[in-house]
């Protein structure tokens, strides 16, 4: 596994793992209407999120050898295009928050501004994640001997 594969899979699970503390967030806020009350309740997704991150810090940063390349053309050429596939993917997903709430709220609704950056927030991970998955998918098949 080189290091392109490591920060992919490590930056996925950290993605994973942000979105399912600020869904959780998200409920309690927004959907209980109410702050969770226990100390753990307050602290414990932060702790969890700082443990991760730490975690998968260390283990991206642990080199498997010294001889370890950082990168060569064939990994350039999969960061080519997993940019390119996320890219498009960006256009495609800013195009669709801009568009879904015109049609969630219809013509003469209006979206909270306090709400526009966690729109924005959501859809930057989504991007994220096509980004890093495309890298993963790229590496998996030259596992299996095809063609790049």
Known sequence: ????????ISALMFLFVTNTIF??????LFILKKAP???????????????TAGAL?????????????????????IDN???GAAFISALIVF???SGIPRFVLG????????????????????VAMIYFAAILIQ???????EKL
């Not at 869904?23 to 309690?28: C, L």
């Not at 998996?140 to 001997?145: A, L």
């Open 1 to 8: 596994m080189n290091r392109a594969q490591k920060n992919a």
């Open 23 to 28: 869904a959780y967030m998200f409920f309690q």
């Open 37 to 51: 009350e226990s100390f753990a309740g307050r602290f414990l997704p932060l702790a969890i999120l700082i443990l």
């Open 57 to 77: 810090l260390v283990w991206t940063l642990k080199r498997q050898s010294p001889r370890e390349v950082k990168a060569d053309e064939r990994d350039k050429l």
């Open 81 to 83: 295009r997993a940019a």
């Open 95 to 97: 195009l669709a928050v």
């Open 107 to 126: 013509d003469n609704g209006c979206v909270p501004a306090w709400s526009l950056p966690l729109i924005n927030l959501g859809a930057f991970t989504i």
């Open 139 to 145: 590496y998996s098949g030259r596992d299996k001997g």
